[in-house]
């Protein structure tokens, strides 16, 4: 025992000590903006063309904002986008406040987690598309290694952004980032008093949500530090 | 007199049936009256008389003479199709079209500023018709009456009757290819009138006064002139293609087979005439005697038979018809291929043929109505929605002038809001009030207490209609850090209507 833990203690002095080799930085068209600073910032620019992606986080933290806003981003540079929500949970309007333009939103209702992975796999396979977003939904279903592998391929083969959006880490080693949008927490309107007694007046709105995100593994170089996001209510 | 062309197919029914079983080329083959053994052979190949068929032989005396004779029934949506083929070539050159039977009749006046001269036409006619399966001949001359001559007695696929040349040519040619009835063509052999010259040479008014009306316009045809008009007949843009099976079939492969052929003339005749399929209707007849009809539609019009062929097959996948089928009918909605304009700075999108099978194979995955573009009904109604066909994006991309972010682009980038992740249903819950505020929920798979209720949002609209709506939202934020929509309707039920993420 004491010779593995003192292995371990060697292995991780020798990590330290190398010096951390960094991918080369891709190029600006190999880069597809999110919309977001905070999530550009950790991602060195963008989502990656052809590469998979995942955007995780539970209830609340964000995760859906930003997709819908790299979607949002996406359109409004011309390209066509697809998203397949696997529990159907899009909200027009709410795509509509991210930027959404409708037109070149391909939107897939898969209803079940296999059947999405096939409906993303066919629009990468069909071409064309800038980014493809994959909404996992909350179910809980074992997906096998070998079908994220084939995800990987055709959006390596497409040349798309592909964007998994999911409460936790599924894609493994075959994600080229993870980001992690987690601690919502809700931001009240300030208190209104009454400029006669001091008294407050009107009871406190909540106006929006802060969350932290940050980039939980990357094949790009060192991580940055995790970002802070606002995200607006109403 | 008005320049006439006449495309022609000789043997039609034999055309007919080498357009839909090009593997039938080059081997004896013979059209029978029907499929019974002692229908009378009306059509054969070259190959089927070399080896000793012949025209009104039964079908089983031609077997007997040539037992590798392959016998084929005449079949009238074939030949119906060939004769909607071969006018399809001719409206391919935009002129004045008249079908007659197993030819067509082309005012060609007014093309000598689009072609060199006439037999540029003529080669076209000809390409136009092998284009969609036919080897047709054509004839061109003043008049519908020595065209039809030039094209069916021409010893050349292309004979131009020069203006002014119409009776030397006509001279020569036996008189029976004036096509005369029965008992004028006795009448002019009994009179020991061999050949249109010898017609020709006649007292006009002796032949009218022995012949009648008809020997009349024979005679005038033998002399070369024919001054019937063209009956121009409006382009029509429903294509259709058929084909009756010898046996029921229930299998999907042996139908895609089927299908194939017919998807692949469609095209053809749709590009004949610069157009695209816009949409199908597929008509399958059953073996009760019942029809199995579908309408295909198609998120871009195509020339392609492959995207085309995985869309009727997916859809006959989806929904299978309820019996054997016994024939195959293909009606294609003619349409103009898209011309996208494509722009220098933005993503080119995916190619319209291959998005259409992609939507349609996504279709067949997901169910109907659980793919396409999404768009806000026209209601005030929370989170209705419209599913619309998918058409691939055409909204004008905003130019990014100086490399830089496009303002839009910027103005997003600096506030995100939060979506909300719509429940479909919304959930039924039981919630606990604190005054008119929710302070607890439960129900559903939901159970959380609840630390921030903001509201309530008053939404009401309809009420002029039977489905009027009323509704409280409240914006709440549960103690475990998540933030839902709850609402309660006009009859004091709550529901989670999502949660914001």
Redesign the interface.
């Known amino acids: 025992m004491a010779a593995v833990a003192d292995r371990l203690a060697r292995l991780a002095e020798l990590k330290r000590a190398l010096p951390h080799k960094a991918a080369p930085a891709a190029r600006p068209d190999e880069l597809l903006p999110t919309g977001s600073e905070a999530l550009d910032r950790l991602l060195a620019g963008g989502l990656l063309r052809g590469r998979l992606t995942e955007l995780v986080g539970w209830r609340s933290a964000g995760r859906t904002a930003l997709g819908l806003s790299a979607l949002g981003a996406a359109t409004r540079r011309g390209e066509t986008v697809a998203l397949v929500d696997v529990d159907g949970t899009l909200d027009p309007e709410s795509a509509l406040q991210a930027g959404l333009l409708l037109e070149r939103l391909l939107w897939v209702r898969a209803g079940e987690g296999a059947r999405g992975l096939r409906a993303a796999e066919l629009i990468l396979g069909a071409g064309g598309f800038g980014l493809v977003a994959l909404d996992v939904g909350e179910r809980r279903a074992r997906v096998p290694d070998v079908s994220w592998l084939r995800l990987a391929r055709a959006a390596e083969r497409s040349e798309a952004a592909l964007l998994v959006i999911a409460p936790w880490p599924q894609a493994g080693s075959f994600a080229a980032a993870t980001v992690e949008a987690s601690r919502p927490r809700p931001r009240l309107s300030p208190p209104l008093s009454s400029p006669v007694n001091n008294e407050h007046v009107s009871p406190r709105i909540l106006r929006a949500v802060s969350s932290c995100v940050t980039l939980v593994r990357s094949r790009r170089g060192a991580p940055e530090p995790p970002g802070e996001l606002t995200l607006r209510l109403r | 007199m008005p320049r006439i062309a006449c495309l022609a197919v000789i043997d039609l029914p034999l055309a007919a049936w080498l357009r839909a079983e090009p593997a039938l080329k080059r081997t004896p083959l013979a059209v029978a009256a029907s499929a019974a053994l002692t229908a009378r052979i009306v059509a054969c190949s070259q190959e089927a008389f070399a080896f000793g068929a012949r025209l009104g032989m039964t079908a089983a005396q031609a077997r007997a003479r040539v037992p590798e004779l392959v016998i084929r029934p005449l079949d009238p949506a074939l030949l119906q199709a060939a004769r909607a083929a071969l006018l399809d070539a001719a409206f391919a050159l935009g002129a004045e079209v008249e079908p007659d039977g197993d030819e067509v009749l082309i005012a060609v006046g007014d093309l000598g500023r689009l072609y060199p001269d006439e037999r540029a036409i003529g080669s076209e006619l000809v390409r136009r018709a092998r284009a969609v399966g036919l080897p047709a001949k054509v004839g061109i001359a003043a008049g519908k009456g020595v065209a039809r001559l030039a094209a069916w007695s021409g010893p050349r696929t292309i004979e131009v009757v020069t203006p002014g040349g119409e009776a030397a040519f006509v001279a020569p040619l036996p008189v029976d290819a004036l096509r005369p009835s029965e008992e004028t063509r006795a009448a002019l052999h009994r009179f020991g009138v061999r050949t249109c010259g010898q017609l020709a040479a006649l007292p006009p008014g002796e032949v009218a006064l022995r012949l009648g009306h008809e020997g009349a316009r024979l005679y005038a045809l033998a002399r070369g002139r024919s001054d019937e008009l063209i009956a121009p007949l409006p382009p029509t843009f429903e294509i259709e293609e058929g084909l009756a099976l010898d046996f029921a079939i229930a299998d999907l492969e042996a139908l895609t087979f089927v299908l194939r052929g017919l998807v692949s003339r469609l095209l053809d005749r749709l590009a004949a005439r610069h157009l695209a399929c816009g949409g199908v209707t597929l008509d399958l007849a059953l073996e009760d005697g019942g029809h199995d009809l579908r309408e295909v539609g198609l998120a871009a019009p195509t020339r392609e038979p492959t995207p085309l062929l995985t869309i009727l097959r997916l859809a006959v996948e989806e929904r299978p018809p309820p019996g054997p089928i016994t024939g195959a009918r293909l009606v294609g909605h003619a349409a103009r291929l898209k011309v996208a304009q494509l722009?220098l700075?933005?993503?080119?999108?995916?190619?319209p043929d291959?998005?259409a099978?992609?939507?349609a194979?996504?279709q067949a995955?997901?169910?109907e109505g659980?793919?396409?573009?999404?768009?806000?009904a026209d209601t005030h109604r929370?989170?209705s929605?419209v599913?619309q066909p998918?058409?691939?994006?055409?909204?004008p991309?905003?130019r990014?002038a100086d490399g830089g972010?496009?303002p839009?682009?910027r103005d997003?980038?600096?506030?995100?809001?939060?979506?909300?992740?719509?429940?479909?249903p919304p959930r039924p819950v039981e919630v606990l009030l604190d005054g008119d505020r929710p302070r607890a929920l439960s129900g559903d798979g939901l159970s959380a207490q609840l630390?921030?209720a903001?509201g309530p949002y008053r939404t009401s609209g309809e009420w002029w209609t039977e489905g009027g709506f009323t509704k409280d939202a409240w914006?709440v934020?549960a103690e475990g850090?998540?933030?839902y929509r709850l609402a309660r309707d006009g009859a004091g039920r709550w529901f989670v209507e999502?949660?914001?993420?």
């Open positions: 722009d700075f933005a993503p080119k999108g995916p190619a291959r998005l099978t992609t939507v194979r996504l995955l997901c169910g659980a793919v396409g573009r999404i768009a806000p929370d989170g929605y599913m998918f058409g691939g994006g055409q909204a991309a905003l990014i972010e496009a839009a682009v997003h980038a600096q506030s995100i809001r939060l979506t909300l992740r719509r429940f479909r630390a921030i903001a914006d934020h850090g998540a933030l999502g949660y914001y993420d």
